[in-house]
Nanobody, 117 residues
């Protein structure tokens, strides 16, 4: 059974930082591209950051330079370091695992991030 378990969300003031972690189990982690998505109330889910099996990264323009995604294949984890947070970053953040050929796709349960003073 595949599980993606996110942690690290919470309430933070504008300009602050949070570190989200996603622990994966039940899958061959190395062959999955890993991503973080977010969904704010009334909006569509959007890609925030992606890291491929080879370690290449891609970011949404709105978070470029502020967020950093990384993965540890030995620990089956993917981390999203979020700095200089803005109120518009508030959303539920979801971890995603997508197999290289796109045949398998999994989601975590989400973790709430709220940026507010």
């Amino acid at each position: 059974q595949v599980q993606l378990v996110e942690s690290g969300g919470g309430l933070v003031q504008p300009g602050g930082s949070l570190r989200l972690s996603c622990a994966a189990s039940g899958l061959a982690f190395r062959i999955y591209n890993m991503g973080w998505y977010r969904q704010a109330p009334g909006k569509q889910r959007e890609l925030v950051a992606l890291i491929t099996t080879s370690g290449s990264t891609n970011y949404a323009a709105s978070v470029q330079g502020r967020f950093t995604i990384s993965r540890d294949n030995a620990k089956n984890t993917v981390v999203l370091q979020m700095n200089s947070l803005k109120p518009e970053d508030s959303a539920v953040y979801y971890c995603n695992a997508n197999s290289v050929l796109g045949r398998f796709n999994y989601w975590g349960q989400g973790t709430q991030v709220t940026v507010s003073s």
